[in-house]
């Protein structure tokens, strides 16, 4: 099956900076990357994805970059705010029936 | 606006006990699945169904079972908790069809303590 690693597990910057988390992925066949991100108590929600056949996808401060020859997908944010501190999740998926997880990110932006 | 819903906020259940944990959505979804989340460990697939009736087991599935008798409905059992099944438990839905657009759809989670 798909195994997703994530780096780092935590990561600190200042406010105003910019935070990159990276994530490898296994499956060749896998062809959707989502990232979630967790606020301390609350549900993961999912803030961006990209799809396989897209090497690039930007939504304002965030943007996911996808390198399908070597496997491996970063989330990029930029001009950090402390309301970006939280746990992002990469996943994988192949098919729409089970998407696998990195083990997470917990970020934390100092003011 | 809430889609998927989990019945309990916070659980403290006894050593011994049978333990349910109920996660309702409301989007049609055909796939459901039931993650345990411990610090550093992220997201761990306990099961998962893609029909009902149907389920499959994930990556940590001994100790738990679970049930899907509706579509929009997906139990978690724990037959006999354990303390080593203290943790945070996510519901998750999904659309075998429309995955690409949607992802994951979430619940809010059911932090469990056994004592």
Redesign the interface.
Same mark, same amino acid.
């Given at each position: 099956g798909e195994n997703v690693e994530?780096h780092p %597990?935590t990561l600190s910057v200042q406010e105003g900076d910019s935070a990159v988390i990276k994530c490898t992925y296994s499956d060749s066949a896998s062809n959707?990357f989502?990232w979630?991100k967790q606020e301390l108590g609350?549900?993961?929600?999912?803030i961006i994805?990209i799809?396989s056949n897209v090497g690039e996808k930007k939504d304002q401060r965030i943007a996911v970059t996808l390198n399908k020859t070597a496997k491996h997908f970063s989330l990029h944010i930029t001009e950090t705010q402390p309301e970006d501190s939280a746990v992002y999740?990469c996943?994988a %998926?192949n098919?729409?029936?089970?998407?696998y997880?990195?083990?997470?990110t917990s970020l934390t932006v100092i003011p | 606006d809430v889609k998927?819903t989990q019945s309990s906020r916070y659980l403290v259940k006894r050593t011994g006990e049978k333990v349910f944990l109920e996660c309702v959505q409301d989007m049609d979804h055909?796939?459901m &699945?039931w993650?345990r989340q411990d610090p +550093? /460990? +992220?997201?761990r697939?306990i099961y &998962?169904s893609?029909d009902v009736k149907m389920k499959e087991k994930g990556d940590i599935p001994e100790g738990y079972s679970v049930s899907r008798e509706k579509k929009e409905r997906f139990s978690l059992i724990l037959e006999s908790a354990s303390t080593n099944q203290t943790s945070m438990y /996510?519901c998750a839905s @999904? @659309? &075998?069809?429309?995955? /690409?657009n949607? +992802?994951?759809t979430? +619940? @809010?989670?059911t932090r469990l303590t056994v004592v």
């Open positions: 994530q %597990s959707y989502p979630y609350k549900r993961p929600q999912l994805d799809r999740f996943a %998926s098919t729409g029936n089970q998407f997880f990195g083990t997470g | 998927v055909e796939n &699945f993650y +550093g /460990l +992220g997201l697939l &998962f893609y /996510l @999904s @659309s &075998f069809l429309d995955y /690409l949607y +992802g994951y979430f +619940g @809010s989670g």
